[in-house]
């Protein structure tokens, strides 16, 4: 309840306002009264992110093709995650937040690693793929900005809600993948033939 509570406080008014008042004020209780059962602001908030963050999926599989999938699935999760939440995974260095991102990263690394020369190969991989996904976000709420509010032009159809827009990101997510980490193009068709025609 507590969690749920911040989540809404935190997505209405953004991650700084997170505080015992506008906790308080969204449960419809008076802040006195809150302190009996939160101490600290702080330990909401982290648990909030945490659930937020257990959202992201996981590495599970060691076949290239599988984790390819599981990479993407990932991508996109973060991309809808920092759209709809960005103080979840845009948080200052050293937080909770990015510890717990970091833990994620961490994962994947190793889960990526046996299917690239080192590790720093797969670090910068990664980093890559998620500044190309911290740009389409960004893209996405520029346009958002642009065609949202007064004499919208934006349809629907065009709402950044994650379901929409992941087909027109995937080819981006895809040919960089191919790029970043060739050793899990194995099981992709595309990636095959683009080796197939390389060596003609």
């Not at 008076?30 to 659930?51: G, M, N, P, Q, W």
């Not at 995974?89 to 937040?97: H, K, P, T």
Request: zero cysteines; charged letters at 30%; a positive charge.
């Amino acid at each position: 309840m507590l969690v749920n509570a911040a989540l809404r406080v935190m997505g209405r008014d953004g991650y700084t306002s997170l505080t015992i008042r506008s906790l308080a004020e969204e449960l419809g209780v008076s802040h006195s009264a809150l302190y009996t059962y939160v101490t600290a602001i702080d330990e909401i908030e982290d648990k909030a992110k945490r659930r937020l963050t257990d959202q992201l999926p996981r590495p599970q599989s060691a076949s290239p093709a599988k984790l390819r999938e599981e990479l993407l699935a990932f991508l996109h999760a973060a991309r809808v995650l920092i759209l709809l939440h960005p103080g979840v995974l845009l948080s200052r260095v050293g937080s909770a937040s990015s510890e717990i991102f970091r833990d994620i990263s961490e994962q994947w690394f190793s889960a990526l690693t046996p299917h690239a020369p080192d590790l720093k190969t797969v670090k910068l991989a990664l980093t890559a793929l998620m500044g190309t996904v911290l740009l389409i976000v960004e893209g996405e709420r520029l346009l958002e900005a642009g065609t949202g509010e007064k004499g919208s032009r934006r349809s629907d159809k065009k709402r950044s809600d994650g379901a929409v827009t992941a087909k027109a990101v995937e080819p981006y997510l895809n040919d960089l993948i191919d790029l970043v980490l060739p050793g899990l193009a194995a099981g992709n068709k595309r990636g095959e033939a683009d080796r197939r025609r390389s060596r003609k």
